[in-house]
C-alpha cells in the first residue's frame, strides 16, 4: 500500500498524510461496491501477495461476467 500512497503523492503532489487518507477513501469505497469475493482480495493484493490474489480475482470477475 505505501507503493500506492507514494504514487498518488507523487502524481498530486499531496502530502504523504493526505495520499493515505484518499487512497484510504477510495480502497474503502472499492471494498464496499465490488462483489465480496473481489473486495476481499483488495487488501491481499495491496499486501503484494499478487500470484494467489490474481487467480482468485479472475475468477471472481469471470462469475461477474458468467464465465466459471
Do not use: C
Amino acid at each position: 500500500m505505501d507503493q500506492l500512497i507514494n504514487l498518488v503523492s507523487e502524481k498530486t503532489g499531496l502530502s504523504e498524510d493526505m495520499s493515505k487518507s484518499a487512497v484510504d477513501v477510495v480502497l474503502g469505497y472499492l471494498k464496499d461496491k465490488l462483489p465480496a469475493p473481489i473486495a476481499s482480495q483488495i487488501d491481499t493484493v495491496l499486501a503484494g501477495e499478487t500470484d494467489a490474489a490474481s487467480g482468485m480475482m479472475s475468477k471472481g470477475l469471470g462469475g461477474i461476467f458468467g464465465q466459471k
